[in-house]
């Protein structure tokens, strides 16, 4: 490949050199949906030095104008960048790079439509259930049905986040708590009502 460089008579040297760079970044899910992130994306040169490769970014240059937005599920909120001198075992001599943080939040909306109200409201409607008269014979229907719903929600849930061993998403633990709390206050009411009848 043939690329162009631009010399200035103090000896800077500007390459121009096209390249697409692919990244990732591990997620903290623990405020999932209502979470925020930072990527870190690390530029440096491992076969030459800082005194043979000075590695510097433009301050005057704004780092908008790396990044159009093309994604609904993150907003990219800031772009920072610094530089490092760094020095390691093997050698005497820096290996400067430069260091651009993304920092991005996600849009929450369709999460809390689609997946936080349903189970806010499967939630109090459970509780509806504890009102109902033994008598009526659709007790035990109604909080079956409203167990069946939480599940379902739950599995949306899972497949809805990223999988990460690092946390337990609060919306998550959330879930599976009013789950169990649920199937107690199901024994509960069965035991009480076996003890009236």
């Not at 005194?51 to 909120?77: A, C, H, I, M, R």
């Not at 800031?78 to 943080?101: G, L, M, Q, S």
């Amino acid at each position: 490949m043939v690329t162009n460089t631009i010399v200035s008579s103090d000896g800077l040297v500007l390459w121009l050199y096209p390249a697409l760079v692919k990244t990732y970044c591990t997620l903290n899910v623990k405020y999932f949906p209502f979470d925020s992130q930072h990527c870190d994306i690390i530029f440096i040169s491992w076969t030459h030095s800082g005194y043979e490769l000075d590695l510097f970014y433009n301050d005057s240059f704004p780092t908008s104008v790396y990044y159009t937005s093309e994604n609904q599920e993150w907003v990219v909120d800031n772009i920072t960048a610094e530089r490092h001198n760094r020095f390691y075992a093997c050698c005497k001599e820096p290996y400067p790079d430069v260091t651009f943080t993304i920092h991005m939040s996600r849009g929450s909306l369709f999460y809390v439509v689609n997946l936080i109200a349903p189970c806010l409201l499967i939630f109090f409607i459970s509780f509806l259930g504890f009102f109902l008269p033994v008598e009526s014979g659709e007790k035990v229907n109604l909080e079956t049905t409203i167990l069946l719903a939480l599940v379902v929600f739950l599995l949306m849930v899972g497949e809805t986040m990223p999988p990460t061993p690092d946390s337990i998403p609060i919306l998550g633990t959330f879930s599976i708590q009013i789950s169990i709390q649920f199937c107690h206050l199901c024994h509960i009411s069965y035991s009480h009502d076996r003890i009236i009848s």
